[in-house]
């Protein structure tokens, strides 16, 4: 079936510096992809939809410049969050449409910053 | 835009009891329902999903039902297992490619 691959599992950054997440469809392509972020003991809040070749979509409220998303090719959709403070702690999480109907979604990055 | 509530936030059952989640969403246009069990730690994995042409569908100990008149859905779990406790979230789309609106989320805990 339709795996997505995200990587690093979890990331210690210092307040600053820029952190870069990994989403990787393996066994198919993903023209779109949506990244998430979620607090604890939270649903998943959509932060932007990813889209092979253009800009991507944010969400209302999300800032562009902080959170850069890259979609260069049709397997791999970066998230990077620039000059990170400890606000931006938080689990991320990508999704791509599988085959079928289904979203796949990755296994998250926890992301936390000192 | 969509708007999807569930139901309830927190649900403690004994193992081997059913277990019932529900949500209600808004749009009637939405046409795809899944629904995901989510571990500490971990990306959400799909359990179950059923789309508007369907009134109820089952995989194993886990089933589905869709009212798209009254525009809600439900998650039905049966003889629970402990290995079952874990955070569940329903959500919605209008069509492929399309967001996904998510519920809250229900806590499930499944007692020995």
């Known amino acids: 079936g339709a795996v997505v691959s995200q990587h690093p599992s979890w990331v210690i950054c210092k307040s600053g510096t820029s952190v870069k997440i990994e989403c990787r469809s393996l066994d198919f392509q993903a023209t779109t992809m949506f990244w998430y972020r979620q607090f604890p003991k939270q649903s998943l809040m959509l932060m932007a939809t990813s889209n092979e070749g253009s800009k991507a979509t944010y969400e209302q409220g999300v800032e562009k410049d902080k959170f850069l998303i890259n979609h260069a090719s049709l397997t791999l959709s970066t998230l990077t969050v620039t000059s990170a403070h400890p606000e931006d702690s938080s689990f991320y999480i990508c999704?791509?449409?599988?085959?079928?109907?289904?979203?796949?979604f990755g296994s998250g990055t926890r992301l936390t910053v000192v | 835009g969509e708007n999807v509530e569930q139901h309830p936030s927190t649900l403690s059952v004994q193992e081997g009891d059913s277990a019932v989640i529900k949500c209600t969403y808004s749009?009637?246009?939405?046409?795809?329902f899944p629904w995901y069990k989510q571990e500490l730690g971990k990306g959400p994995q799909l359990i179950i999903d059923?789309?508007?042409?369907?009134g109820e569908k089952k995989d194993q100990r886990i089933a589905v039902t869709l009212n798209k008149t009254a525009k809600h859905f439900s998650l039905h779990i049966t003889e629970t297992q402990p290995e079952d406790s874990a955070v569940y979230f329903c959500a919605a789309s209008e069509r492929r490619y399309s967001t996904l609106t998510f519920g809250k989320g229900t806590m499930l805990l499944v007692s020995p």
């Open positions: 059923i789309r508007s042409n369907v």
């Open positions: 999704s791509a449409p599988g085959q079928s109907y289904g979203y796949t």
């Open positions: 749009d009637s246009a939405s046409n795809y």
